[in-house]
């Protein structure tokens, strides 16, 4: 979407004229309506108006009156309610030449007089007569071609992992470049691309829209429908990501602009050499027969039919540093290390080799442990308690690579294992969440490089805090009634736990909601909320907090419509009949309260029909007002389609 903020900005001015009123016979509109000729009475418009000024199709005259188009309308088959809304069908029609005459927002005329003409684009009503609004063209010279469109510049390739990435940037002229084609030829296509060919005539006006099979000659066609990237976009992003490029030969990729009208710019063309990086991937599967000495280590080929070889390396600590065992690499998918001592602890891991002796990152390391004396008892054990977890901290035994820590809660119970795979710090943070106290064991004993285990330190008890949160509170009652919402509620046993309740408010069940207000003391019972608007429905969600600060956890949603409060009357308004712009009635009043809106009924005889609104202001117009004497009034409207008693009438005369 960040790429087509710039498009979006090249329909604002005709977005805004779509939006203006309706064009009478003689009015001067101004706008903007692409066009461009071939030199050979050709010419192309393109123009948009969003579906709901379409009216009946458009009659295109040449500025003398001579009709050239009698009657262009949306394709049978062609929907506007399913292209989405107007910003959205303007940058299918600024994108795509088919789409474009599709809708009925294009045309392409041939055999005109080869002389300066301008064109009038005039709407059309159901019995396929101009209504009075028109579009209006600056006059183009047919004798002569309009520029082609400019390729794009500063065309760049690069092999990534992730896919070929392609560059390029617009390359402004008289008219953007909207879309884009990419094309590929990587030698097995039967043709090759060139820097030079540009594929077609640089005045040829043909479609290029989905279907076309305008770059068939350049190789593999990867992009079935142009690429809209709008007239700009961030440098530092890819333009293009081809994802299935071959891999280990050398690439060609052509790219071509396509402006408003369809027209397809020359050709521009990169080159280059994408290497098979599955080549290079860590070697899977790596594991020890045996943590004797020699240790043995075997692992699995890779898929890649590229990859050349492994290389073997060797560390005593996970961050290295690091020593390869075999330089030459080679084939086999097994090393035998006869130098490994006894009682150590050692890291292996792999790397890949590829055709060109690259070398590829490593896979994640491998712990083997060779066979030594038993570790010596940790000494020194103590805790620091917070409220959610017990960091433990201890001297390092001697003989110990890793440590295991364990748990119980009282004598009476047994220990558990908290350390899943043993920990090589001296340190260790036991998250238990929340408690409402009591005690805790704990001690920890080594664990050698060859997997022995020593003896456990001495015991540890540890005091904890009391950090249960309280229970949600229970709603009782809730009411929507008169514009505000009333919610009842009362503490969740034990109700002593809790001391007060914050309000959250969401828009749906799916909403976690914000906090409302200041905390509600639980002996009040009740809290009201009067920041609502009536029709609406909210959801409410209730969260305890106790004497020590702990927040529960939100109660269930309990979902509140709110009813409109009390209407009233509007007050008498005030009408004037103004002749300019436009013949007519401009009625002022009070504005509406908070969450209602104003409409207006005028009179014609004894009944009275809808005139405008309804309205949040304090203005209407009526746009159809009767000759004669008029007769206005008003009546207020809530947001569920309530309507108040009418007001007061105004009268106003209308010639």
């Known amino acids: ?60 005259e040449d500025d003398s009156g001579r009709v050239l ?24 029609a600024m994108s795509d030449w088919d789409f474009a005459r599709s809708a009925g927002l294009a045309v392409e005329l041939q055999d005109l007089p080869p002389r300066r003409t301008g064109f009038v684009l005039r709407r059309l009503d159901a019995r396929g007569e101009p209504d009075g609004a028109w579009l209006k063209t600056t006059p183009i010279d047919l004798a002569s071609a309009a520029p082609p469109p400019r390729p794009p510049k500063d065309l760049s390739a690069e092999a990534t992992a992730a896919g070929v ?56 066609q990867l992009t079935r429908q142009p690429v809209v990237l709008g007239n700009d976009w961030a440098a530092a992003g890819a333009a293009f990501i081809d994802l299935q490029a071959p891999t280990e030969t050398e690439v060609v990729y052509q790219v071509r602009g396509i402006d408003l009208l369809g027209r397809v710019s020359a050709p521009v063309v990169a080159r280059v050499f994408v290497p098979d990086f599955t080549a290079l991937n860590p070697p899977r599967g790596l ?60 890291f292996y891991r792999l790397r890949a080799i590829d055709p060109r002796g690259d070398v590829g990152e490593p896979g994640l390391p491998l712990p083997v442990n060779a066979r030594g004396e038993p570790p010596a008892a940790p000494r020194g054990l103590a805790a620091e308690v917070g409220n959610s977890r017990v960091r433990l901290v201890w001297r390092a035994a001697a003989g110990a690579a890793a ?9 009476a119970s047994a220990w558990s294992r908290l350390t899943t795979t043993p920990t090589p710090e001296t340190r260790y943070d036991d998250v238990y969440g929340g408690s409402p106290g009591g005690r805790f064991e704990y001690r920890v004993y080594a664990v050698a490089p060859d997997e022995q285990t020593g003896e456990a330190s001495a015991a540890l008890s540890v005091a904890l805090p009391d950090t249960v949160p309280p229970p949600p509170p229970q709603v009782t009652a809730t009411s929507g009634e008169n514009g505000r919402v009333r919610l009842a509620f009362r503490a969740a046993a034990p109700a002593e736990d809790t001391v007060a309740v914050l309000v959250l408010r969401g828009a749906d069940a799916e909403d976690p909601g ?34 020590a600060g702990n ?18 009357v509007p007050e008498r308004p005030e ?26 009924e005028a009179g014609e005889g004894d009944r009275w029909r809808s005139a405008a609104g309804p309205v949040a202001g304090n203005e209407a117009i009526d746009l159809a007002p009767r000759r004669g004497a008029g007769r206005y009034r008003l009546r207020y409207q809530s947001a569920n389609g309530g309507v108040s008693e009418a007001s007061a009438e105004v009268g106003v005369h209308i010639p």
């Open 1 to 60: 979407m960040r790429r087509l903020l710039p498009l979006l900005l090249l329909l604002c001015p005709l977005l805004a004229f779509a939006a203006a009123p309706t064009a009478r016979p003689g009015d001067k509109v101004v706008t903007r309506v692409w066009s461009a000729g071939d030199g050979q009475g050709g010419v192309r418009l393109l123009w948009f108006v969003p579906p709901q000024r379409w009216g009946h199709g458009w009659r295109v």
């Open 69 to 92: 188009a009698r009657r262009i309308v949306p394709a049978t088959d062609f929907d506007a309610g399913k292209q989405g809304g107007a910003i959205v069908l303007g940058m299918k």
């Open 165 to 220: 990435k392609l560059y390029w940037r617009p390359n402004p002229g008289l008219m953007p470049l909207l879309a884009y084609t990419v094309a590929r030829d990587d030698g097995r296509a039967g043709t090759q691309l060139s820097s030079h060919s540009s594929g077609r005539p640089k005045n040829d006006l043909a479609p290029t829209g989905g279907g076309s099979d305008a770059f068939a000659e350049l190789g593999a």
């Open 287 to 346: 594991q020890a027969d045996s943590v004797k000495t020699p240790v043995r280590l075997r692992w699995l080929a890779n898929a890649s039919v590229n990859t050349q070889g492994y290389l073997v390396e060797r560390a005593f600590q996970t961050a290295g540093p690091w020593e390869v065992l075999n330089p030459r690499g080679g084939r086999p998918t097994e090393y035998t290390d006869r130098e490994a001592q006894p009682g150590s602890t050692l």
């Open 403 to 411: 440590y295991h820590v364990e748990r119980r809660a009282g004598e």
């Open 514 to 547: 914000l906090v409302i207000g200041d905390p509600v003391p639980v002996a009040r019972g009740e809290f009201i909320d009067t920041w609502v608007d009536a029709g609406k429905n909210y959801v409410y969600r209730l969260v305890a907090l106790d004497a």
């Open 551 to 568: 927040r529960g956890d939100p109660g269930p949603a309990v979902k509140v419509r709110v009813g409109a409060p009390p209407l009233g």
């Open 575 to 600: 009408a004037r009949y103004l002749a300019e712009p436009f013949p007519h009635v401009k009625l002022t009043f009070t504005a509406p309260p908070r969450g209602l809106a104003v409409l207006v």
